[in-house]
């Protein structure tokens, strides 16, 4: 059995692995090491922890019989699952975590006495408090990232669901919450703590499902944020330093990243995080009334003729992208215009695609290089300089009415400037528009070709022509 010190220090070291795993998953070229830094980091918290119990009963062997069931299961997973599903996948992964805190709040309620908080009906105040919030929230980020999975999935509409006094039941529902923790801590009436959860798994749908497809990649790194605070509010219960750190890293962490995608979608972070509250309700999709405005249609030979004879390409890439898996294609068509020459980039929004980074992953696995990869700020001027924009399945992160509707719901969003490329090639299935419900105006250009094809298809097609 490890004492209790050599357990503190071995959590901080593994809380420190912890940090370097976040520094390093800040940058592409350091996300591998970021990777190895968490892995191990995990390992050793979890190794530690269980050389802690000192008893190697029957249920010690339970745990360890879970533990490889359980690793086996995420194994399959990670090794099956294409890249193209890894949003749905993070989203999955943090109801898990969600449920794990409701599950040890629990079972910490239930048994206090194994986890030294005193005795059921007498338990410690702040240990009370601590499994509340840590269940409250744990439940919040179950069913809501649920929802954002069968959203994601496609199993759930991804437009907004709401009704009239929404915000307001929110708003009740949370006041409650509260309410019922005060009460709890003053009665200790188990009732009480079964009705914080059951409410609280109610707050989880209601808070998700107002949220439209076109902010998921906010839901999902504010989910991230919501199952670490889980964490880190049962680890205060359990009193277990590495929860606690990795917790209020994942939680911190994760709220900076919502604000940022927030502010690259130019959506109010409580807006988001609150379930849309004081959002505008208007009817964005203009299907019916769209006016039929007339479009340049090109195919493979075309646009194989305009790249092949300019002098710097830049490739903007969407989740069309990730839905036909073009990626491989996509580096095919590179490297065959390299060979010609041509000087091309990749120009990445930070909300492209259905969670952070969605687009650096689909590349990296194409072994794009990294140094050719460039984010809005860094590549936006260069639009201007360039012979050809090839946008492959990005909609609304290259709409230019972003910068002159002020009615549109996207109205002040910071896109990509493709519309000042002297050719613009646009591969899409179709006129439909993106998450948003809006028309892209960037279709009915000048310099605008439209490639209706599915996106792995045509730039196979054009890799031949090339």
Same mark, same amino acid.
């Given at each position: 059995?490890?004492?209790?010190?050599?357990?503190?220090?071995?959590?901080?070291?593994?809380?420190?692995?912890?940090?370097?795993?976040?520094?390093?998953?800040?940058?592409?070229?350091?996300?591998?090491?970021?990777?190895?830094?968490g892995i191990i980091g995990m390992a050793l918290a979890i190794g530690?922890?269980? @050389? &802690?119990?000192?008893?190697?009963?029957?249920?010690? =062997?339970? *745990? +360890?019989?879970?533990?490889?069931?359980?690793?086996? $299961? /995420?194994?399959?997973?990670?090794?099956?699952?294409?890249?193209?599903?890894?949003?749905?996948?993070?989203?999955?992964?943090?109801?898990?975590?969600?449920?794990?805190?409701?599950?040890?709040?629990?079972?910490?309620?239930?048994?206090?006495?194994?986890?030294?908080?005193?005795?059921?009906?007498?338990?410690?105040?702040?240990?009370?408090?601590?499994?509340?919030?840590?269940?409250?929230?744990?439940?919040?980020?179950?069913?809501?990232?649920?929802?954002?999975?069968?959203?994601?999935?496609?199993?759930?509409?991804?437009?907004?669901?709401?009704?009239?006094?929404?915000?307001?039941?929110?708003?009740?529902?949370?006041?409650?919450?509260?309410?019922?923790?005060?009460?709890?801590?003053?009665?200790? @009436? &188990?009732?009480?703590?079964?009705?914080?959860?059951? =409410?609280? *798994? +109610?707050?989880?749908?209601?808070?998700?499902?107002? $949220? /439209?497809?076109?902010?998921?990649?906010?839901?999902?790194?504010?989910?991230?944020?919501?199952?670490?605070?889980?964490?880190?509010?049962?680890?205060?219960?359990?009193?277990?330093?590495?929860?606690?750190?990795?917790?209020?890293?994942?939680?911190?962490?994760?709220?900076?990243?919502?604000?940022?995608?927030?502010?690259?979608?130019?959506?109010?972070?409580?807006?988001?995080?609150?379930?849309?509250?004081?959002?505008?309700?208007?009817?964005?999709?203009?299907?019916?009334?769209?006016?039929?405005?007339?479009?340049?249609?090109?195919?493979?030979?075309?646009?194989?003729?305009?790249?092949?004879?300019?002098?710097?390409?830049?490739?903007?890439?969407?989740?069309?992208?990730?839905?036909?898996?073009?990626?491989?294609?996509?580096?095919?068509?590179?490297?065959?215009?390299?060979?010609?020459?041509?000087?091309?980039?990749?120009?990445?929004?930070?909300?492209?695609?259905?969670?952070?980074?969605?687009?650096?992953?689909?590349?990296?696995?194409?072994?794009?290089?990294?140094?050719?990869?460039?984010?809005?700020?860094?590549?936006?001027?260069?639009?201007?300089?360039?012979?050809?924009?090839?946008?492959?399945?990005?909609?609304?992160?290259?709409n230019p009415v972003a910068k002159t509707d002020p009615q549109s719901?996207?109205?002040?969003?910071?896109?990509?400037?493709?519309?000042?490329?002297?050719?613009?090639?646009?591969?899409?299935?179709?006129?439909?528009?993106?998450?948003?419900?809006?028309?892209?105006?960037?279709?009915?250009?000048?310099?605008?070709?439209?490639?209706?094809?599915?996106?792995?298809?045509?730039?196979?097609?054009?890799?031949?022509?090339?």
């Amino acid at each position: 059995m490890i004492s209790v010190n050599l357990l503190a220090v071995f959590y901080l070291i593994s809380g420190v692995l912890f940090i370097l795993a976040l520094r390093g998953l800040s940058s592409p070229e350091t996300s591998r090491k970021g990777n190895f830094y968490g892995i191990i980091g995990m390992a050793l918290a979890i190794g530690v922890t269980i @050389l &802690s119990v000192g008893n190697f009963s029957l249920g010690f =062997i339970y *745990l +360890l019989i879970f533990l490889a069931i359980g690793g086996s $299961i /995420g194994a399959f997973i990670a090794f099956k699952i294409p890249m193209t599903a890894m949003p749905e996948l993070v989203a999955g992964f943090h109801s898990l975590v969600g449920l794990a805190a409701v599950f040890v709040a629990i079972s910490a309620f239930i048994n206090p006495g194994v986890f030294n908080l005193g005795m059921p009906g007498d338990i410690k105040i702040a240990s009370l408090v601590e499994m509340s919030l840590g269940a409250a929230i744990g439940s919040i980020t179950f069913t809501g990232s649920i929802i954002a999975f069968l959203k994601l999935r496609g199993i759930m509409s991804g437009s907004p669901i709401t009704f009239s006094g929404q915000h307001y039941l929110n708003l009740a529902l949370g006041i409650t919450i509260l309410l019922l923790i005060f009460y709890l801590c003053k009665t200790q @009436l &188990s009732l009480s703590f079964w009705i914080i959860i059951i =409410i609280s *798994l +109610l707050v989880g749908v209601l808070l998700i499902i107002p $949220i /439209g497809g076109a902010d998921m990649p906010v839901v999902i790194s504010m989910l991230n944020s919501y199952s670490g605070w889980a964490a880190a509010g049962i680890g205060f219960t359990l009193e277990n330093t590495a929860l606690i750190i990795t917790g209020a890293l994942v939680g911190s962490s994760g709220a900076i990243l919502s604000y940022i995608m927030c502010k690259g979608m130019n959506r109010s972070f409580f807006n988001v995080i609150l379930g849309g509250w004081g959002s505008n309700e208007q009817e964005t999709s203009s299907s019916s009334a769209k006016e039929q405005k007339p479009v340049k249609n090109g195919n493979a030979d075309d646009a194989a003729f305009l790249m092949k004879n300019a002098s710097s390409v830049i490739i903007v890439p969407g989740y069309g992208m990730a839905v036909a898996q073009a990626q491989h294609a996509l580096r095919e068509m590179v490297d065959a215009l390299k060979k010609n020459g041509v000087k091309v980039s990749y120009a990445i929004h930070p909300v492209a695609g259905r969670m952070p980074g969605h687009m650096n992953v689909l590349l990296a696995e194409a072994n794009v290089p990294y140094d050719e990869v460039f984010e809005l700020e860094e590549i936006n001027n260069d639009f201007a300089n360039c012979d050809v924009a090839y946008v492959i399945g990005a909609n609304d992160v290259t709409n230019p009415v972003a910068k002159t509707d002020p009615q549109s719901p996207i109205y002040g969003m910071p896109v990509l400037d493709v519309e000042k490329s002297k050719s613009v090639l646009f591969v899409k299935r179709s006129l439909s528009p993106g998450y948003a419900g809006i028309d892209n105006d960037l279709f009915y250009r000048d310099n605008t070709l439209m490639l209706f094809a599915d996106a792995k298809k045509m730039t196979e097609e054009i890799v031949k022509s090339l």
